[in-house]
């Protein structure tokens, strides 16, 4: 797989591999901890270099299982990670992004995941609470301290992006981004561009979505957050079906599938955007490394571009409770 540069240098796979599903949020977790970190070491042996994780997933227990897998290749990986969350009882309780959480957090983390330095290290979200200014000025005296070698934001908006670059370089920023969810459009890839700012989108097949895998006969497990998103309601799933048709006849003109399309028109929109896609199984690592290779046309991604507008995307990326944490 060819590699792509975020900020600040940082080269990585083309396409990562995000790692939250192998501990949480998609229904029953799974029981046998061997095969995930066969997923995990697979996916090194597929190309894919750029690993997604957070203290929070679990808590704690992604990041111990990808610290285990991937230490005997650590000098081939980058891992990113993230902090934020005031962690209680094995729970997120709230937003804590105060230096002396964010200190505390590099070091468990470190521990975590068997590394001497962290090679991205994400606030997860903006703590409305803590300047923007005190975030990146800790995370900048962990990079003077080896600790940590790149700062990140998650779902971030514009100003709080720019204000924190002014403090430390932001090397990237991560947030929902796919055929269906195109927020950061207006006015985030804007100021990654002028700035010189990575983007990697999470959820970049639309929760399983826009693989065709999903669809309106779908019953969500228990603990499966799909059942809590508006946009997966079945009257919903039903309306933007529309949208995965078009996207699944473009693929198979292309002799290619409904994901490997909308992993492939993010790589053309910008040579600094790398996509995350997760998996808990195998045989989807080879399919989403091989969208690097899906060519689309200029009229391609034209179309591609306009499909959300024209056909329409029903129901909100995230319920109330989760949409008042992004965009600040």
């Known amino acids: 797989m060819h590699a792509r540069t975020l900020g600040q240098g940082l080269e990585v796979s083309a396409i990562g591999l995000g790692c939250m599903g192998m501990s949480q949020s998609y229904g029953p977790n799974p029981g046998d901890r ?6 995990l070491r697979d996916a090194v042996d597929t190309g894919i270099t750029f690993f997604d994780t957070a203290e929070v997933y679990g808590p704690f227990v992604n990041e111990e299982l990808v610290g285990e897998a991937l230490e005997p290749v650590r000098d ?12 209680e009882g094995g729970k997120s309780v709230g937003l804590d992004s105060s ?21 991205l290290f994400y606030q997860h979200r903006v703590d409305p609470n803590v300047p923007i200014e005190e ?6 005296e962990l990079v003077a301290a080896g600790k940590v070698r790149h700062f990140g934001l998650s779902e971030a908006a514009a100003p709080t992006i720019r204000a924190a670059h002014a403090v430390h370089p932001v090397t990237a920023v991560q947030s929902e981004y796919s055929l269906w969810t195109r ?13 010189g700012i990575g983007f990697v989108p999470f959820s970049p097949l639309g929760k399983g979505f826009l693989t065709g895998t999903v ?10 957050i799909r059942a809590t998103i508006p946009r997966f309601t079945a009257d919903n799933r039903t309306a933007n079906q529309v949208l995965v048709d078009h996207v699944a006849g473009l693929a198979a003109a292309k002799g290619a599938t409904p994901g490997q399309i909308a992993l492939a028109w ?15 199984r195998r045989e989807r690592l080879a399919e989403n490394a091989a969208a690097a290779t899906v060519a689309l046309s200029a009229d391609e991604v034209s179309d ?17 409770q989760h949409l008042g944490l992004v965009g600040r």
């Open 99 to 119: 230096p002396a959480r964010i200190k505390v957090v590099a070091e468990e983390s470190l521990r975590r995941l068997r590394v001497d330095s962290l090679d």
């Open 34 to 39: 061997q095969a995930m970190m066969r997923v």
């Open 76 to 87: 081939q990986v980058v891992i990113a990670t993230k902090f934020g969350w005031r962690i």
């Open 135 to 140: 975030v990146a000025g800790a995370v900048g």
């Open 304 to 320: 591609l571009n306009a499909l959300a507008n024209r056909i329409g995307v029903q129901g909100a990326r995230y319920n109330d």
């Open 183 to 195: 927020d950061p459009e207006p006015e985030v890839l804007p100021t990654l561009a002028e700035l």
């Open 266 to 280: 993010l790589l053309a929109q910008q040579p600094w955007i790398v996509p995350i896609p997760g998996t808990r």
């Open 215 to 224: 669809n309106t006969s779908t019953a969500f497990a228990k603990g499966d």
